[in-house]
């Protein structure tokens, strides 16, 4: 009985890198994409697409179709958001999405779901405290609307797998790195740092991680993750100026000037109102702050046992992700 894979957010960066994985090393796929996706051309020759919305179970029974395979769900549609305040859409996908998902792997049995989470469903600690694996999730012990969407939506993962589900759960940390063909926040500040349009950049800092070591988890949990278990698959803990500084030294561009996160939580709500006019993603938004000033020390020891995990360097990731970008010609073309 041969294996499918199916993937959920399969144009999404995680999900796109995902599969790109698994094509190369041999695996049939099947991507789950909306219908009118603009990013569908990426995906590489030989992928099975299914056009599908989470939120919407009906359209996700054709996805789950099959003769005799082995089926295997790797579940990363979602959408990260660092906007402050509810957004049903936002719910609709993470939330409901998943609650979907998990519902049609129980009803066709399949092999194994491997779910991503996010980091931000674990509660924070005070600093100084490093953050494990937990067995309980709750949307009221976390802050901010996606944290909160992320906790329940595991929350309901970890009820399947009490029932005999195999499901396994990923927490990345933030995510970073080459092949986004889209525009995640961090890519976007590669862009804005290469065209010169950030005013300011702001003290605090996060954990960050390469999207190819957290692809290569997710498949390593597919075979080796027990179920019912929780894995975190985060990086280092960078400083936003050491962020900076090693992305202005990959593209040959200076450095805006460093705000004090209070004065940057200050502004904050203009730069989200100015945004919305604008009809843009703000980087300097109220959660992205407090995120940015929360504890964010996380242990991947688990990962590294039971998975192999293996984070690369930062500087590394930067140095691909300037290069592919220039590929790509989404950056100036000349060296550094």
Not at 30 to 44: M, S, T, W, Y
Not at 179 to 185: A, I, K, L, R, V
Not at 264 to 272: G, I, N, Q, R, W
């Amino acid at each position: 009985m041969g294996k499918l894979y199916l993937v959920t957010g399969a144009t999404g960066h995680l999900g796109n890198t995902i599969i790109q994985k698994l094509v190369s090393g041999g695996e049939r796929v099947r991507a789950l994409v909306l219908p009118g996706d603009k990013l569908i051309g990426h995906l590489p020759y030989g992928t099975e697409l299914c056009f599908g919305d989470v939120s919407d179970i009906h359209t996700l029974r054709p996805f789950f179709a099959s003769a005799e395979e082995e089926l295997i769900v790797i579940h990363c549609a979602a959408v990260v958001s660092i906007a402050s305040g509810h957004q049903q859409s936002i719910y609709n996908i993470n939330v409901q999405g998943t609650k979907n998902v998990v519902d049609l792997c129980v009803e066709n049995r399949v092999r194994k779901l491997v779910y991503v989470s996010s980091v931000h469903a674990l509660p924070v600690l005070p600093k100084g405290m490093t953050m494990t694996e937990i067995g309980e999730f709750s949307s009221k012990k976390v802050k901010g609307f996606y944290a909160k969407t992320k906790a329940e939506a595991t929350s309901y993962v970890l009820k399947a797998a009490a029932g005999g589900l195999n499901v396994s759960i990923v927490h990345p940390s933030g995510i970073i790195g080459p092949y986004d063909n889209g525009c995640s926040p961090m890519t976007e500040l590669f862009l804005n740092l290469d065209a010169q349009k950030l005013p300011a950049i702001v003290s605090g800092g996060y954990d960050f991680v390469d999207v190819r070591d957290v692809a290569d988890g997710i498949l390593s949990c597919c075979e080796n993750g027990r179920s019912g278990e929780c894995y975190i698959l985060s990086g280092n803990y960078i400083p936003v100026p050491v962020i900076a500084r090693a992305i202005g030294e990959a593209l040959g561009v200076k450095i805006p000037v460093t705000l004090p996160l209070w004065l940057a939580k200050a502004a904050a709500p203009f730069f989200e109102l100015c945004s919305k006019l604008n009809k843009k993603t703000s980087l300097f938004t109220s959660y992205s702050l407090y995120t940015l000033s929360s504890n964010s020390l996380f242990s991947n020891r688990k990962a590294k046992t039971e998975l192999g995990f293996k984070p690369r360097p930062f500087r590394e990731t930067v140095a691909d992700t300037v290069n592919w970008l220039r590929a790509c010609r989404r950056i100036g073309a000349s060296d550094s």
